[in-house]
């Protein structure tokens, strides 16, 4: 299963756009990319899975280049609700038995 | 839809006691995971099921045993609890293929002492 890194955290300001990028050099030719979401005491939330290219829905938009070895996550204008942890995972659930969650990226978002 | 249901939300144990995490889900998910998720740390895979009657090990299995009996219900038991097992579980669940990914529940929060 391909191994993900990402920065362990970040900064941004209300109302500005926030890219999230993800590693994953030894992605396989059938892996999706899937980011989740995780506040604080709950479960993690499904934000976006891609393939290649762009994936856009009414959250978040997911960049993926054609090599596939990296993928961002864009997060428009965030507010303080955004303040969240973001995971990278590669695999797909059904067919990947036992993907690993990673550390994720902590993401702060300031007034 | 309720999705993934856990019970309890809250348990504080003594070491050595036993009990069992009940997830439920109403999605007719074939995957079911339990997790358990420390401060400051990612959520670590602790076993999962690929269907009813079926179970495997994940990456920290230790100390924790599963079945699947129903193709809805995930059960997650503590034989003898220990201080190390101090943690927030998450159970989760998929469908197979693309388009989607887990489901999780809302965790159980566990404190052994």
Redesign the interface.
């Given at each position: 299963l391909a191994k993900t890194t990402q920065p362990i955290s970040m900064d941004s300001y209300e109302g500005q756009e926030v890219n999230i990028t993800c590693s994953h050099n030894n992605i396989a030719t059938n892996d999706?990319i899937?980011w989740?979401q995780q506040f604080p005491?709950?479960?993690?939330?499904?934000i976006i899975?891609g393939?290649k290219t762009k994936v856009t829905n009414e959250v978040a938009s997911l960049f993926i280049p054609a090599d596939r070895k990296s993928s961002t996550l864009s997060l428009p204008r965030v507010s303080l609700s955004d303040t969240a942890v973001y995971?990278c995972l590669v695999g797909?659930?059904?067919?990947d038995?036992?993907i690993?969650?990673?550390?994720?990226t902590r993401l702060h978002i300031l007034p | 839809n309720a999705g993934?249901t856990q019970t309890p939300k809250f348990r504080v144990l003594k070491t050595g006691q036993s009990m069992t995490l009940l997830c439920a889900q109403d999605m007719n998910h074939?995957?079911m995971y339990w997790?358990r998720q420390d401060p400051?740390?990612?959520?670590?895979?602790i076993h999962?099921s690929?269907g009813e009657g079926t179970t495997?090990k994940?990456?920290v299995p230790d100390g924790y045993n599963v079945s699947r009996l129903k193709k809805q219900n995930f059960l997650l038991g503590l034989e003898s609890a220990a201080p190390s097992q101090t943690s927030v579980y998450?159970c989760?669940s998929?469908?197979?293929?693309?388009?989607?990914?887990?489901?999780?529940?809302?965790?159980t929060r566990l404190t052994v002492v």
């Amino acid at each position: 299963l391909a191994k993900t890194t990402q920065p362990i955290s970040m900064d941004s300001y209300e109302g500005q756009e926030v890219n999230i990028t993800c590693s994953h050099n030894n992605i396989a030719t059938n892996d999706y990319i899937t980011w989740y979401q995780q506040f604080p005491s709950q479960g993690p939330r499904f934000i976006i899975q891609g393939y290649k290219t762009k994936v856009t829905n009414e959250v978040a938009s997911l960049f993926i280049p054609a090599d596939r070895k990296s993928s961002t996550l864009s997060l428009p204008r965030v507010s303080l609700s955004d303040t969240a942890v973001y995971y990278c995972l590669v695999g797909l659930p059904g067919r990947d038995d036992k993907i690993i969650f990673g550390k994720g990226t902590r993401l702060h978002i300031l007034p | 839809n309720a999705g993934v249901t856990q019970t309890p939300k809250f348990r504080v144990l003594k070491t050595g006691q036993s009990m069992t995490l009940l997830c439920a889900q109403d999605m007719n998910h074939e995957y079911m995971y339990w997790y358990r998720q420390d401060p400051g740390m990612g959520l670590r895979l602790i076993h999962y099921s690929v269907g009813e009657g079926t179970t495997a090990k994940g990456e920290v299995p230790d100390g924790y045993n599963v079945s699947r009996l129903k193709k809805q219900n995930f059960l997650l038991g503590l034989e003898s609890a220990a201080p190390s097992q101090t943690s927030v579980y998450f159970c989760a669940s998929s469908y197979r293929g693309q388009g989607h990914g887990y489901t999780f529940g809302s965790g159980t929060r566990l404190t052994v002492v």
